[in-house]
């Protein structure tokens, strides 16, 4: 059974960094390539970032760009999301994606969904 297990969100102010992680098991991590979503209260899910199943190779839309970092540990099959100069028009629900590597990095089809991280952040 694949498990994709994100952590790490809270309560910050703006302007704070935070980090979350995604754990994952029930797959060959290293072969997936991943993604970070995330969506707001009436708002519609939100692709953030994605990167390649080597790790090298990143993509990130617009609202993240500059701010966000995707990373991976392939030894520890984990997921990482660097979150800097946050805002509150970040407050979401974040959650990972793992999906088939063969796809362009920009693709929105994932395979797989974990639950999410709450972060929320205050003015």
């Known amino acids: 059974q694949v498990q994709l297990i994100a952590s790490g969100g809270g309560l910050v102010q703006a302007g704070d960094s935070l980090r979350l992680s995604c754990a994952t098991a029930g797959l060959t991590f290293r072969d997936y390539r991943m993604g970070w979503f995330r969506r707001a209260p009436g708002r519609p899910e939100e692709f953030l970032a994605a990167?390649?199943?080597?790790?090298?190779?990143?993509f990130y839309t617009g609202s993240v760009w500059g701010r966000f970092t995707i990373s991976r540990d392939n030894a520890h099959n984990t997921l990482y999301l660097q979150m800097d100069n946050l805002n509150p028009k970040d407050t979401a629900d974040y959650y990972c994606?793992?999906?088939?590597?063969?796809?362009?990095?920009?693709?929105?089809?994932?395979?797989?969904w974990g639950q999410g991280t709450q972060v929320t952040v205050s003015s």
């Open positions: 990167i390649r199943a080597s790790g090298v190779g990143t």
């Open positions: 994606a793992a999906g088939q590597s063969n796809r362009t990095i920009t693709s929105t089809a994932f395979d797989y």
